[in-house]
């Protein structure tokens, strides 16, 4: 693959935010053709729909961050001269072709081509139909961009192609794909791990857990749930499970009053056995399956653990391996537990809503990654380079 200078690179980036600024108003109109063919059964899927002035600006912001961060491509990772004077150097270099399979939101279209580009990369964009419209004018804007700066369109292409053609092209691709990158739930994750037929780097699933410790400082666990349930259900850091120390102070009235709370901000509830005793009016646990569910709605379910052992094993067994969290004053029980969790991002009485490539430092983010090889956590500009040695000799054998 040809290596694009980098001042190249930015001009393009800067190209594109003058044409997303000037076309605000085709962008919101072709997204709400988007909203009024949807149904809105699946709120947090329509959330992630939405495009209004607002998001725009979020686009913008992602593509100058992105503009300003260095070209990750071409770093020197080791340089050595062996004692055969062979000299070997190993420095970053760009993956390929990545393809990225998303549903419904509009701005990875945006925020995972200017990562993949900036890198060096092609990028094969596969949105979810519901979002056909928003993404076939931020398309037409990236091709204005690359053509404005004598680039091809193959540099960012958006794929048209309906489920059975997208499983058909996973198993036997047109063209060359180095990696591919599902964002979304279980189902579409085990769809393209089904299928494809090159290297798969798992993104999306939440499924968090925050764990209450018997020493928890209650005002701050029922701050930090309340935020992680609710400030956006639609996230893949949102919470969905919580287990409650039952040798808590006062345990009885703590989990009456989460309760209380939650059903304010109208949370609906499940509970195990345990906690059900308390909550005798809640729903329960009827399967074991729902310890593994994402619920993405105002959905919650809270059960009993004794200490902290349990409440390990019982994450590692349901998580997702997105985000994880303990509640404690301790700071030997929160080490602990942050070493054995095994998670991308594990907290220490804070939300998991902070796992983002923009709240961590990363800026914009390709999506997070929940699998161990290559990077966990947010994928971010410096995430999408592999490496490539190079090897320099003078006729050099070996014997």
């Known amino acids: ?31 709400q053709k988007d909203l009024d063919a949807f149904d809105r059964d699946d709120q947090a899927l329509y959330d992630r729909l939405v495009v ?27 340089d050595l001269t062996l004692d055969s004077g062979l000299k ?27 990562l ?41 292409r958006l794929l048209h192609l309906k489920r059975e053609e997208t499983q058909e092209f996973l198993k036997n ?41 018997k020493d928890a400082n209650w005002e701050k ?13 639609s996230g893949c850091n949102a919470l969905d499970k919580v287990l409650i120390d039952k040798h808590i102070p006062n345990y009885t009235e703590k989990v009456k009053e989460l309760q209380s709370v939650l059903s304010h901000l109208k949370v609906e509830l499940v509970v195990d056995d345990a906690i059900g005793n308390i909550l005798p009016k809640e729903n329960k646990i009827t399967s074991e399956a729902i310890w ?30 997105h985000s994880a969290v303990i509640m404690t004053e301790n700071k030997d029980l ?22 983002d490539g923009g709240q961590m430092g990363v800026g914009a983010e390709l999506a997070i990654s929940t699998d161990k090889l290559h990077h966990r956590g947010p994928l971010g500009l410096k995430q999408l380079v592999t490496n490539k040695y190079y090897v320099f000799g003078d006729g050099h054998v070996r014997v």
């Open 1 to 31: 693959m040809k290596l694009l200078d980098t001042n190249i690179k930015n001009t393009v980036l800067d190209s594109m935010v003058a044409i997303l600024d000037k076309n605000r108003e085709s962008i919101l109109k072709a997204n």
């Open 52 to 78: 209004n002035d607002a998001k725009i600006e979020g686009m913008i912001t992602a593509i100058k961050e992105v503009r300003s961060q260095e070209d990750p491509v071409g770093k020197e990772i080791s």
């Open 88 to 114: 070997i150097t190993n420095r970053t270099a760009p993956f390929g072709t990545i393809m990225i399979i998303y549903e419904s939101r509009p701005d990875v279209t945006i925020e995972a081509a200017v």
């Open 116 to 156: 993949a580009f900036k890198a060096n990369n092609k990028i094969l964009l596969k949105g979810g139909k519901e979002a056909l419209q928003s993404n076939l004018v931020l398309e037409k804007c990236w091709h204005q961009a690359l053509e404005e700066n004598g680039l091809s369109k193959d540099w960012i």
């Open 173 to 213: 691709p047109t063209e060359k794909i180095d990696l591919i990158v599902p964002r979304g739930g279980e189902r579409l994750i085990k769809f393209v791990k089904d299928n494809a037929t090159c290297a798969v780097l798992i993104s999306g699933r939440g499924n968090n857990f925050l764990y209450v410790a």
């Open 221 to 233: 666990t029922l701050k930090v749930i309340i935020n992680a349930k609710t400030e956006k259900i």
């Open 292 to 321: 593994y569910e994402e619920f993405l709605a105002m959905k919650l379910l809270i059960a009993e653990v004794d200490g902290v052992d349990q409440s390990i094993e019982m994450i590692n067994t349901y998580s997702g391996g």
């Open 334 to 355: 929160a080490q602990k537990f942050m070493e054995q969790v095994d998670s991308a991002a594990v907290y220490h009485n804070a939300s998991t809503r902070f796992t």
